[in-house]
């Protein structure tokens, strides 16, 4: 499995918010893959927590230049947390993903307090 440039600055950025290791990062991206892959041989849709489930449809095959390429066709159900967490950013509220950096920003400067 390759990661592109775009693949890595997402697993880069992943890495940064949460003070995980980046390859840790990489590996969680990669076996998410491959649960996603199962799910579709199984014929169920892939829940991607908090964000929603995806539904992966085969519709044929197309031939490009760098060999055969699989046409599929996806349909996104989002979850209501994301739903709600769009429509407080489209109304300049407070979501869910403020609280959660306060609390880890907070929980980082009690222990750096502490370190005196």
Do not use: W
């Amino acid at each position: 499995m390759k990661f592109s440039k775009e693949d890595r600055d997402s697993i880069q950025k992943l890495h940064l918010l949460s003070g995980l290791p980046y390859e840790e990062c990489k590996e969680f991206f990669k076996y998410f893959v491959v649960m996603l892959a199962i799910d579709y041989m199984e014929g169920r849709t892939t829940n991607f927590p908090f964000i929603g489930n995806l539904r992966i449809e085969y519709l044929g095959d197309s031939i490009k230049k760098a060999g055969k390429e699989a046409i599929l066709s996806t349909e996104m159900e989002p979850e209501a947390f994301l739903r709600r967490l769009i429509g407080d950013i489209e109304d300049g509220a407070e979501t869910e993903v403020h609280r959660i950096l306060k609390k880890d920003i907070k929980r980082y400067f009690e222990r750096f307090d502490g370190d005196e």
